[in-house]
Structure formats: C-alpha cells, structure tokens
C-alpha cells in the first residue's frame, strides 16, 4: 500500500523560503507536487522522475525546486522567494508508471502573508 505523508507547510513572510517533504510508504516512479489556491483548479507546480529529470510550471521556475532522496524516500519541495500568489494547500502526488496507479497525500498548507 503506497502512502504519502507532507509536511512543513505553514505561514512565512513574502520573500522567505519553506521546503515541504513528502514521506512515501511503497514504490513509486513518478512524483510531484500540485497546489490548490481557494476558488481555483488544483494546478501542477513541480514533478521529478526516478531518473532525476524536472519540470516545473512556469509560476515557479527559479524559485522552487524538487528534489528526492532516495535513502529516506522522501521528495522535497525547497520553495524560495515566495509571494502571496503561493498561498495554496500543497499535494504530494505519485504514479506507478506500470499500473497508472495514482497517490495523493492529505495536503499541507502554504500561507504566504506579512
């Protein structure tokens, strides 16, 4: 049973920096994070392949970055720069490539405010 934990969402001034971990429980090929912001469609942000390659939504080039490590399977989120547009719940999300089999995590909050 694949399971995905966040964690270290929270409130953080405009221009600080928060990194989110998703522990994962299981195999996964794929990963990413989604953020919804209120009274919007969750959105891609980031995601990682098990080979290491990046893609991230044009909204956060240069300021986030994902990353995993594979020895305490758990992929990061280091989101720098931030801004009040980054104020969204954050999603873990992983894929079993093989099987199309799809993860999400409970979310974590991201508030980004003075």
């Known amino acids: 049973q694949v399971q995905l934990v966040e964690s270290g969402g929270g409130l953080v001034q405009p221009g600080g920096s928060l990194r989110l971990s998703c522990a994962v429980s299981?195999?996964?090929?794929?990963m990413g994070w989604y953020r919804q912001a209120p009274g919007k469609q969750r959105e891609l942000v980031a995601t990682?392949?098990?080979?290491?390659?990046?893609n991230y939504a044009d909204s956060v080039k240069g300021r986030f970055t994902i990353s995993t490590d594979n020895t305490k399977n758990t992929v990061y989120l280091q989101m720098n720069s931030l801004a009040s547009e980054d104020t969204a719940v954050y999603y873990c999300?992983?894929?079993?490539?093989?099987?199309?089999?799809?993860?999400w995590g409970q979310g974590t909050q991201v508030t980004v405010s003075s």
């Open positions: 999300y992983g894929k079993v490539m093989l099987s199309r089999a799809e993860y």
């Open positions: 299981g195999s996964i090929n794929f």
């Open positions: 990682i392949t098990s080979r290491g390659s990046t």
